[in-house]
Nanobody, 124 residues
Framework: QVQLVESGGGMVQAGGSLRLSCAAS??????MAWFRQPPGKEREFVAA????????DYGGAVKGRFTISRDNAKNTVYLQMNSLKPEDTAVYYC???????????????????WGQGTQVTVSS
């Protein structure tokens, strides 16, 4: 079992930046991802990264604006969010894929461990 704790959320104006962090309770050799759930909508894929950082993938809505990275020495995954838009407003969740297959998963059902989420609000 591994616990994931997100931090770094908050309120920001459109065009601003935030960096989210996801701290794991122990060393993780799993692929990791960020998902988000906008108000009144289903949870959606944001970004994923392989455990050695050799692969990344992004959802279409954030490609070119968000960057996922990780520091395995610190058991932490990051999401740098730039050029934020009001439609980026959501609860952001960190997730770990215990059964990585070499292909980054983008469906939430493929992730086994989840954090509690952190709220990001972007005002216009």
């Amino acid at each position: 079992q591994v616990q994931l704790v997100e931090s770094g959320g908050g309120m920001v104006q459109a065009g601003g930046s935030l960096r989210l962090s996801c701290a794991a309770s122990r060393g993780i050799v799993y692929d990791m991802a960020w998902f988000r759930q906008p108000p009144g909508k289903e949870r959606e894929f944001v970004a994923a990264i392989s455990w050695r950082s050799t692969k990344t993938d992004y959802g279409g809505a954030v490609k070119g604006r968000f960057t996922i990275s990780r520091d395995n020495a610190k058991n932490t995954v990051y999401l740098q969010m730039n050029s934020l838009k009001p439609e980026d407003t959501a609860v952001y969740y960190c997730a770990a894929d215990r059964w990585s297959t070499g292909v980054l998963a983008i469906r939430e059902t493929e992730y086994d461990y989840w954090g509690q989420g952190t709220q990001v609000t972007v005002s216009s």
